[in-house]
């Protein structure tokens, strides 16, 4: 087997470690992002959703009131 200095395992093992905190960083704010940025889209969608039924509704209530003016 290879024998390697304990400084320099000691350097890779740092290394390994920042690389793995890095990496792990990295998703974590990445999965963030995606999640923040579906949470607003979702939002935006459902805002947009509710306004539409709503428009419907008042439309369908304005007709409903005017045909019970007629009648």
Known sequence: SHYIPNHIKNR???ISDA??????Y????GIRYIWNRSC????????KLIVLLK?????RL???????NYN
């Open 26 to 29: 990295t998703i974590k704010s």
């Open 12 to 14: 890779l093992r740092v």
């Open 40 to 47: 607003f889209v979702f939002l935006h969608h459902t805002i």
């Open 19 to 24: 690389t793995c905190l890095g990496s792990n």
């Open 62 to 68: 304005a007709q409903k009131m005017h045909k019970a």
């Open 55 to 59: 428009e419907i509704l008042e439309v």
